[in-house]
């Protein structure tokens, strides 16, 4: 090998320089994304301007974010990267629930409410109850679980994207279940709606000819001690987004009818006074290993 860099040997000049590197792992990692990054270059060959246009990418996705606007996971998202990285991490038992996306839009802190609140607090969306449990690998019910549950109003917004516009943690809540694992909890149908498109990522799925919906969901987080977190959605079968969300989050298992009800079909406990849509998931969780 040439002592100095060529185009031939161009990977193994770079890597011969992590000869000093003394974190395995990290040096694992970049002699990986070397060895990948200078064959993606050789394949494309790219013009300088095509070069620099990437930079220009590169840069102004991170300087659009900043502590409430992620461009990068967004870049990541609708790459399918963050869904790779998600299965590859989360590799689940028949039983266990799927995880999919965390997204962007998770806020920390919402108030833990009693079984059977509502969280929508604006008032738009069509009325909507899910109701389930939560359950082990056994199928027995998981007591003292927490669900986290956000979603969009029924205009498609998170609130943390309407400040003063929507009341704060519009949307958002906790739910503990008791001895029986069941949670139900009241809320608006949820809508599909773009990401935000503002921005380089935005540009980015344009000129790829791709649109930017995600199909309508509601996501959770389910803790329980003892078990594996799951971080997930449950989704609106029959969206029109569904076979083609813009971060590929949907997944067979988390697909779930919403079926309308009268006020006349509602559960006692549950003091609804006209029609609503009805989602029943159960979610399973995993032993901590
Ligand atoms: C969301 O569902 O909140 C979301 C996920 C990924 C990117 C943007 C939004
Ligand atoms: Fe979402």
């Known amino acids: 090998m040439s002592k100095y860099f060529t185009e031939a040997n161009s990977e193994e000049a770079v890597i011969a320089r992590l000869e000093n590197c003394d974190d395995p792992r990290f040096k694992e990692v970049m002699v990986s994304a070397i060895r990948h990054l200078h064959a993606f270059v050789k394949e494309v060959e790219p013009t300088v301007e095509e070069w620099t246009q990437a930079i220009q990418f590169l840069t102004a996705t991170g300087q659009i974010c900043d502590n409430k606007r992620q461009e990068w996971i967004l870049a990541s998202d609708t790459l399918g990267i963050s869904m790779l990285v ?18 962007p839009f998770h806020v920390e802190g919402a108030q833990e409410l009693a079984m059977g609140s509502d969280i929508c607090k604006d008032g738009k969306g069509e009325p909507c109850v899910v109701v389930g449990r939560v359950l082990d690998p056994d199928g027995d019910p998981v007591k003292d679980a927490i669900l986290d549950v956000w ?10 994207q309407q400040p003063g516009l929507q009341p704060d943690l519009n949307l958002r809540g906790k739910f503990r279940t008791g001895a ?14 773009p990401i935000p498109t503002d921005g380089p990522v935005g540009k980015m799925l344009e000129k790829m000819g791709r649109h930017a919906y995600r199909p309508a969901h509601i996501h959770f987080i389910v803790s329980a001690p003892g078990f594996e977190p799951v971080t997930t959605h449950i989704f609106l079968e029959g969206d029109e987004y569904i076979e083609s969300d813009a971060v590929f989050g949907v997944k067979d298992s988390l697909v779930v009818p919403f079926v309308q009800k009268t006020a006349a079909e509602t559960p006692e406990e549950e003091t609804l006074s006209g029609p609503f849509w009805r989602a029943d998931f159960d979610f399973g969780l995993k032993q901590e290993s």
């Open 86 to 103: 998600d299965a590859i991490n989360h590799r689940k038992p028949p039983g266990s629930t799927e995880s999919t996306v965390l997204g």
């Open 151 to 160: 979603q969009t109003n029924g205009d498609g917004f998170y609130d943390v």
């Open 180 to 193: 029986d694992g069941r949670y139900w909890l009241r809320t608006v149908k949820p809508v599909s709606y």
